[in-house]
């Protein structure tokens, strides 16, 4: 079946969701028949693999654990025009996709993403205040280094063009992919939308998977990452500045002493100036060098988002 004449498909990663899976299926499936489900089990050890096989949505087994993993699989295994990726907690509003995705073909985009809003009565329960806190800070840290204008850079409800899921290169292992995502879209400078979506609270026997410290430290180190990835001159430039500005402030006294009395007593603090200046040039030239590198790596990322035709409707 398809949408608009493009087929579309949902695609769910999992562990341990017996509890929800089979309401997310029902749900979206109401919401857009349309759509070819596929539920991706990542090792689950409880009946989430029969549950999903019983709603008839096909299940690919993902051995290697992380969502960033499973989503790699997905970009991998389905072959549509458009994909519609959502948790299996059933968090997230099925009457969405249809807004998500005409959106997306109606305004010629390659990522729209479903920001989280919820009712005040739901908000502790459902969006707890730290991680609304923590995802506002990692956004708009994203933001300030990449630029932007994303509001929900965390969320796992996301709209896909087979061009841009196909041509990009997906690393991560855990929950920092909806990162990776982010800043992709935004170094390759693609089209992108937000929509608002509702956010509930988990079903009863349902147990969040996001560790709030440890995945936390994974999507502060996965920006970092970023960073010197996409950013280099402008990560070992600072560090350039910095290094030359610790070199300047120690030779200072000793200028200032030699141009008093013609001699450096301190020989060791003056080795240690030119070998901090020396490392300062070092770090510039090498985020020169590493500058060029990654200019090469998007143009070669850009040729092959090229190489996917556009999503159209019929």
Not at 120 to 127: D, R, V
Not at 280 to 285: E, I, P, R, T, V
């Amino acid at each position: 079946m398809f949408y608009r004449g493009l087929s579309v498909a949902l695609i769910v990663p999992c562990y341990n969701e017996e509890a929800a899976i089979a309401k997310v299926i029902r749900d979206f499936r109401i919401a857009m028949p349309e759509l070819q489900i596929y539920v991706f089990d990542n090792n689950s050890s409880d009946r989430t693999k029969e549950i999903a096989l019983l709603e008839g949505a096909n299940v690919l087994h993902v051995a290697l654990p992380g969502k960033g993993n499973v989503v790699r699989r997905m970009a991998a295994d389905v072959d549509a025009d458009i994909y519609v990726m959502v948790d299996g907690d059933a968090t997230y509003d099925a009457p969405s996709v249809g807004p998500m995705v005409d959106k997306l073909i109606d305004e010629h985009l390659d990522m729209v993403v479903g920001c989280r809003e919820t009712s005040p009565e739901l908000s502790g329960a459902a969006y707890r205040h730290g991680h609304q806190w923590g995802n506002r800070l990692f956004t708009q840290t994203v933001l300030r280094i990449f630029g932007g204008s994303f509001t929900d850079m965390l969320s796992g409800y996301r709209v896909f063009s087979r061009r841009f899921l196909k041509s990009t290169p997906l690393m991560s292992r855990g929950f920092e992919i909806e990162t990776e995502l982010t800043v992709n879209a935004l170094e390759l400078r693609v089209p992108y939308g937000e929509v608002m979506t509702p956010y509930g609270a988990r079903l009863e026997g349902s147990e969040s998977k996001l560790s709030t410290y440890r995945d936390g430290f994974r999507i502060l180190w996965a920006i970092g990452r970023l960073f010197t990835h996409e950013r280099p001159l402008s990560f070992f430039g600072m560090v350039a500045v910095l290094l030359a500005a610790f070199a300047i402030g120690l030779a200072i006294p000793l200028i200032t002493e030699f141009l008093a009395v013609g001699l450096v007593p301190r020989f060791p603090t003056a080795v240690l100036c030119a070998s901090l200046m020396i490392c300062a040039a070092l770090s510039f030239f090498a985020g020169l060098i590493l500058d060029n590198v990654v200019r090469g790596r998007q143009e070669v990322k850009r040729l092959a988002y090229l190489s996917y035709p556009p999503p159209k409707s019929a």
